[in-house]
């Protein structure tokens, strides 16, 4: 018979499980209701397999896993839980566990498959991890996630590719299940070629020049990043990918994952190609404050030089697309005139599109203490905001994106589209039967046909 530790924090759970398995008569339950008594248990007896909670009071399922195997114990762990994010499975992974299972309304399945790994958990301990095993691992982890996800070998070849991907390009998973050759760019770039996935052990300077715009790169290997590309049917869309290497429990390199989400409407003014392959450097200080103008200054204020300045910069970036010298053009302008909120405005524009956000964002909060009550400004800001939010999967960006398009829409009522951004925002945020009344209302201002754009300053000037 084998034994069991059970480590859940819900009593009603731990009954359920105990009684599920142990009805073939093949298995003996130890139940045990946190994490604490789990490792004071385990200093006096040991069991075949554990499975194991994720969300625990006090010490969660991560971070007994990470207790567990620092002290050489190489007991089985089953992650059984109903969280479904995936940071968690990867996390679990990484660790050490076994197997990772997802908690279901069905009553029956999620222990029939619960018994089933027990027994593969077993086997492994006393066969080693085979490669079939891994990969089963791999497979279960991506098909967990509700992202758009999909997983490659170490060959490059697709070890999994789950029904929101399915969704996102219209690729069934039996057409690309273990093909390599790049086989997986097809959907997003309508060719073969590398994508973010394979360069998950890449500088950040090959990966910008593979024409993607990083946004992070963290220390397990997990690089965020956005680019456009180009669908078989011929249309552009603008792809934003989260790559992550996944090792087993002895640091070997088994897979990489990637997330894939459609952000096109969210970004269709970054300029991702240049930001991508040009050196970026940071934006040069321009915030005198008053007391710091000189003479010069105030005599070219006078002048009106600081407009000449912003005229060049608003042709520079409109007409040219060059956003760096355009911020040059702009800096030089509020050198001269600090107070000009058109000026932080349009610097925040081609910073943003740059893809220089925290500075963007500094630009555009200037705009507004200067012009509280701009509607133009306050949409750049919200525009900002939910890139930021998108970009860092940051749902206080988002909610101070929603707060600030409602800012326009109170100043502008039939402005569609900040009713349609407060939309996507709600719908980013999961709230999505909220996005709908703001959806419809965008959607009747254009049958309507009562659309008041955003009045925009540079306008006067092109």
């Not at 006393?126 to 060959?155: C, H």
Request: charged share 25%; net charge negative; hydrophobic share 40%.
């Amino acid at each position: 018979m084998l034994s069991v530790m059970v480590v859940d924090d819900d009593p009603a759970i731990l009954e359920v499980t105990q009684l599920a398995l142990e009805r073939a008569h093949e298995i003996s339950v130890f139940p045990v209701s946190s994490a604490r008594e789990a490792l004071s248990v385990l200093q006096k007896s040991s069991f075949d397999v554990i499975v194991l909670d994720y969300d625990l009071p006090e010490i969660n399922g991560i971070e007994f896993l990470k207790i567990l195997r620092s002290k050489g114990d190489v007991t089985p762990v089953i992650i059984f839980t109903g969280v479904g994010r995936e940071h968690a499975a990867i996390a679990a992974l990484n660790n050490g566990a076994n197997f990772f299972l997802q908690k279901g309304e069905n009553t029956d399945m999620p222990f029939i498959e619960l018994q089933r790994m027990i027994r593969h958990a077993v086997d492994q301990r006393f066969m080693g991890k085979a490669k079939g095993l891994t990969r089963k691992i791999v497979f279960d982890l991506i098909n967990f996630s509700l992202d758009a996800e999909f997983a490659i070998d170490p060959d490059g070849n697709v070890l999994a590719w789950n029904r929101a991907i399915e969704q996102l390009t219209g690729v069934p998973s039996q057409t690309l299940a273990d093909k390599g050759n790049f086989v997986y760019a097809e959907p997003f770039f309508g060719k073969r070629q590398k994508m973010l996935i394979d360069m998950v052990f890449f500088s950040e300077d090959s990966i910008r020049k593979a024409r993607y715009m990083v946004i992070s790169k963290e220390k397990n290997g997990s690089v965020v990043a956005v680019t456009r590309a180009r669908k078989p049917d011929g249309t552009e869309w603008t792809l934003w990918m989260k790559a992550t290497p996944l090792f087993d429990n002895r640091g070997e390199f088994v897979a990489a994952a990637c997330i894939i989400r459609d952000v096109t409407s969210t970004f269709k003014d970054v300029s991702i190609e240049e930001e991508a392959t040009n050196t970026i450097h940071p934006a040069p200080e321009s915030t005198k404050s008053e007391s710091d103008v000189s003479g010069s200054s105030f005599i070219d204020r006078i002048l009106g030089k600081a407009m000449v300045q912003y005229k060049e910069g608003v042709n520079l970036y409109s007409r040219a697309r060059n956003y760096r010298a355009a911020v040059e053009a702009f800096d030089r302008a509020i050198e001269i005139d600090p107070k000009l909120p058109h000026v932080w405005n349009d610097r925040g524009i081609c910073l943003r599109a740059l893809g220089e956000y925290d500075e963007a964002l500094k630009s555009f909060l200037r705009a507004v203490e200067l012009a509280p009550g701009n509607a133009e400004i306050l949409y750049e800001l919200g525009e900002t905001l939910e890139q930021m939010g998108v970009l860092q999967m940051n749902n206080k960006y988002l909610e101070a994106a929603v707060e600030t398009f409602k800012m326009v829409v109170n100043l502008l009522p039939n402005n569609m589209d900040s009713w349609n951004k407060i939309g996507i925002c709600l719908k980013e945020l999961s709230r999505s039967e909220e996005s709908k009344f703001y959806f419809g209302r965008a959607r009747d201002i254009k049958l309507w046909k009562k659309d008041t754009p955003v009045p925009r300053k540079r306008n006067d000037f092109l």
